[in-house]
């Protein structure tokens, strides 16, 4: 068990719905991190927050929004749903913005599929 | 976090041999990386990581070279085990847009021949 909290596991949706993945960092991590795992694309970088706050964008679509609340959840919401979109997401938490000492410890990951 | 399905670059190495995993990076400003492992249905996990002043950096059974002159990382494990099949992503923590972002390379599938 890395810390880090994903929920849901799996979650099977149609097009043009709407979903929401939540993370629970670790204990101690301010800064959340989100990542798209496509089968042809490896990891791609969508999001970062610390402490509450917005701190880089990757590729993330107009589509998806995320946040991260006062006790450091962070919720990723992905809307109009594509089949494109079927992937897994993962979070992932570190103490401070990474550098340094401060690794990036990945939750199990959100297995999205979209029919 | 299953990488099947991946049109992976693959390793085979019998086991006991040693491993080496290569990595081109795309930033000579980087100045962090990290390795990590990941295995069938989890997520990416740690292996080690280097920070840009360093050119070598060892752990239990894997050591971590950078060149920065030709960007270009590596994974060595020692003595691989069938425990270290897996998919391996180098990642380098890049300035972008203003802000740090860590970025991950495309992956290399190691398969281990008992």
């Known amino acids: 068990d890395s810390g880090v909290t994903q929920t849901p596991k799996h979650l099977i949706t149609a097009t043009g719905q709407r979903v929401t993945l939540r993370c629970s960092p670790r204990s101690g991590d301010l800064s959340v991190y989100w990542y798209q795992q496509s089968l042809d694309q490896g990891l791609q970088f969508l999001i970062q927050y610390y402490n509450g706050e917005e701190r880089a964008k990757g590729n993330i679509l107009e589509r998806f929004s995320a946040q991260q609340f006062p006790d450091l959840h962070s919720e990723l919401n992905l809307s109009s749903l594509e089949l494109g979109d079927s992937a897994l997401y993962f979070c992932?938490?570190?103490?401070?913005?990474?550098?340094?000492?401060?690794?990036?410890?990945f939750g199990a990951g959100s297995r999205l599929t979209v029919l | 976090g299953e990488s099947v399905g991946l049109h992976l670059p693959t390793l085979s190495v019998q086991e006991g041999d040693n491993s080496i995993i290569n990595c081109a990076y795309s930033?000579?400003?980087?100045?962090?990386f990290i390795w990590y492992k990941q295995e069938s249905g989890k997520g990416p996990q740690f292996i080690i990581d280097?920070?840009?002043?360093?050119d070598k950096r060892q752990g239990q059974r894997v050591t971590v070279l950078l060149n920065k002159t030709v960007k270009h990382l590596s994974l060595q494990i020692a003595a691989t085990q069938p425990g270290d099949s897996a998919v391996y992503f180098c990642?380098?923590?890049?300035?972008?847009?203003?802000?740090?972002?860590?970025?991950f390379g495309s992956g290399t599938r190691l398969l281990v021949r008992p």
């Open positions: 990642a380098e923590n890049m300035w972008v847009d203003s802000s740090y972002k860590l970025i």
């Open positions: 930033n000579s400003a980087s100045d962090y």
């Open positions: 992932g938490s570190s103490p401070e913005p990474i550098g340094g000492a401060n690794v990036l410890t």
């Open positions: 280097i920070r840009s002043n360093m």
